[in-house]
């Protein structure tokens, strides 16, 4: 393994979404967009015969940067959100997150099962099947959208901060859901029923409480010894890790959940704007580029069939749909106004690591076919480029309407 080979492909991302970026600060377009146009173009180097430059081993490295990436960017989120906020939307997002769940997966199974012989064609392994195409649209990733909202200065509104909310609590949720999918399979990965995973996930939660109010004192005295000094920011980020990697190897919750929480506990800290800094210094100049990029040059088109092209795109738009309908028509029933209820169901619309690890590990597992991994992907670019460019849409026709 030639460690070396990363350096290539990491300068040339570096370079190219810098300049894309700028781009599209020019033509007011979110700097997620030129992130993502970045890893395309990148990507193509792929097609080039004999390029040298986008190895097996680059590319390892590549989704290494991009992991950290995401975690730094959901760390940053939980600093910068109000927990206040959250305690206060907290009905809301339970509602929002199960309509969101629930809506999508609908589709996603109405979809598949119609594309797969109907109704009177359901046998067990087909109705695993499609449940588990459902499943797979339950996911959401807000990373695209946090990153939007930061820019336009949203992220800790009352639309922010119930799109982070409802994603925090989609990502238990649909760990629920796709374990009992799995638990139905009933082998491969499903070695823990779905009454392991609810015990699991409560007694993550009930570590998380005792581990926050034992890193709050810490904190509180690290501060009051080193304030504004690196230590504190290196051992917040140091925490980060260590939380993410215990929530993701011994309670099986996502790590980027366990990023976000201990962002959260740390939000109330004395020096939190000061470890907020550093962190975001860390990871918008390196990381947070390689996370995006990379998902624009992971996507690989050459598995479509003719015979699926149909349901693919059906699929992809029962992901765009139900997500936006579910959680904008139950912001719309908690009381939020109809352009904000627009916002959240946008916010809650994107799709990224989640939704391809899912998908991934049906594949694994038999129970879905693998000619999916092209329309997971494609969701997932479509929905990253849609939702910063309407969400900033929306914020910009705020401003202008604001200031005539």
Same mark, same amino acid.
Not at 158 to 167: M, N, P, R, Y
Not at 238 to 262: L, P, R
């Given at each position: 393994?030639? !460690?070396?080979?990363?350096?290539?492909?990491?300068a040339?991302?570096?370079?190219?979404?810098?300049?894309?970026?700028?781009?599209?600060?020019?033509?007011?377009?979110?700097?997620?967009?030129?992130? &993502?146009?970045?890893?395309? &173009? /990148?990507?193509?180097?792929?097609?080039?015969?004999?390029?040298?430059?986008?190895?097996?081993?680059?590319?390892?490295?590549?989704?290494?940067?991009?992991? @950290?990436? /995401?975690?730094?960017?959901?760390?940053?989120?939980?600093?910068?959100?109000? &927990?206040?906020?959250?305690?206060?939307?907290?009905?809301?997002?339970?509602?929002?997150?199960?309509?969101?769940?629930? $809506?999508?997966?609908?589709?996603?199974?109405?979809?598949?099962?119609l594309?797969?012989?109907? +109704?009177?064609?359901?046998?067990?392994?087909?109705?695993?099947?499609? =449940?588990?195409?459902?499943?797979?649209?339950?996911?959401?990733?807000?990373?695209?959208? $946090?990153?939007?909202?930061?820019?336009?200065?949203?992220?800790?509104?009352?639309?922010?901060?119930?799109?982070?909310?409802?994603?925090?609590?989609?990502?238990? &949720?649909?760990?629920?859901?796709?374990s009992?999918?799995?638990?139905?399979?009933?082998?491969?990965?499903?070695?823990?029923?779905?009454?392991? !995973?609810?015990?699991r996930?409560?007694?993550?939660f009930?570590?998380?409480a005792?581990? *926050?109010?034992?890193?709050?004192?810490f904190?509180? /005295?690290?501060?009051?010894?080193?304030?504004?000094h690196?230590? !504190?920011?290196?051992?917040?980020?140091?925490?980060?890790?260590?939380?993410?990697? *215990?929530?993701?190897?011994?309670?099986?919750?996502?790590?980027?959940?366990?990023a976000?929480?201990?962002?959260?506990?740390?939000?109330?800290?004395?020096?939190?704007?000061?470890?907020?800094?550093k962190?975001? @210094?860390m990871?918008y100049?390196? +990381?947070?580029?390689?996370?995006?990029?990379?998902?624009?040059?992971?996507t690989?088109?050459?598995?479509?069939?003719?015979? +699926? =092209?149909?349901?693919?795109?059906?699929?992809?738009?029962?992901?765009?749909?139900?997500?936006?309908?579910?959680?904008?028509?139950?912001?719309?029933?908690?009381?939020?106004?109809p352009?904000?209820a *627009?916002?959240?169901?946008?916010?809650?619309?994107?799709?990224?690591?989640?939704?391809? /690890?899912?998908?991934?590990?049906?594949?694994?597992?038999?129970?879905?076919?693998?000619? @999916?991994?092209? +329309?997971v992907v494609?969701l997932?670019l479509?929905?990253?480029?849609?939702?910063?460019?309407?969400?900033?849409?929306?914020?910009?026709?705020?401003?202008?309407?604001?200031?005539?």
């Amino acid at each position: 393994m030639e !460690v070396y080979e990363i350096l290539l492909p990491l300068a040339i991302i570096l370079v190219v979404s810098k300049v894309l970026m700028k781009c599209c600060e020019k033509i007011r377009f979110p700097a997620v967009i030129g992130m &993502l146009l970045s890893g395309i &173009l /990148v990507g193509l180097i792929r097609y080039i015969p004999g390029q040298t430059v986008l190895t097996a081993t680059g590319m390892e490295g590549l989704a290494f940067f991009a992991k @950290i990436g /995401v975690i730094l960017i959901l760390f940053t989120a939980g600093l910068e959100t109000d &927990l206040q906020k959250i305690k206060s939307i907290g009905g809301p997002a339970v509602v929002i997150t199960v309509a969101g769940v629930a $809506v999508p997966m609908a589709l996603g199974f109405l979809v598949a099962t119609l594309c797969n012989g109907g +109704f009177g064609a359901l046998t067990k392994e087909t109705l695993l099947q499609n =449940l588990f195409y459902g499943t797979i649209l339950t996911a959401t990733s807000v990373s695209v959208t $946090v990153a939007t909202l930061r820019e336009a200065g949203k992220l800790d509104s009352k639309v922010g901060t119930t799109i982070v909310a409802a994603a925090i609590i989609d990502d238990i &949720l649909g760990i629920v859901v796709l374990s009992f999918v799995l638990a139905l399979k009933g082998d491969g990965a499903a070695t823990a029923g779905p009454t392991v !995973v609810v015990i699991r996930t409560l007694l993550y939660f009930v570590a998380v409480a005792i581990v *926050a109010f034992l890193a709050s004192k810490f904190f509180t /005295v690290l501060d009051r010894r080193f304030e504004h000094h690196r230590l !504190v920011p290196i051992m917040g980020i140091a925490f980060c890790f260590i939380i993410a990697y *215990a929530s993701e190897k011994w309670f099986g919750i996502a790590d980027i959940t366990g990023a976000y929480i201990v962002g959260l506990i740390l939000s109330g800290n004395k020096d939190s704007h000061y470890i907020d800094r550093k962190a975001d @210094i860390m990871g918008y100049m390196l +990381f947070v580029p390689i996370f995006f990029a990379n998902i624009g040059i992971s996507t690989e088109f050459s598995d479509i069939s003719v015979s +699926f =092209l149909a349901f693919g795109a059906l699929f992809i738009l029962a992901g765009m749909a139900g997500k936006f309908l579910g959680c904008g028509a139950a912001a719309l029933a908690c009381g939020y106004k109809p352009q904000d209820a *627009a916002r959240v169901g946008l916010g809650m619309m994107a799709r990224a690591e989640v939704a391809l /690890v899912t998908a991934q590990k049906g594949v694994e597992y038999g129970v879905i076919h693998s000619s @999916i991994m092209p +329309f997971v992907v494609a969701l997932i670019l479509i929905t990253s480029f849609v939702t910063p460019l309407l969400l900033h849409a929306s914020y910009r026709r705020e401003v202008q309407h604001d200031t005539e």
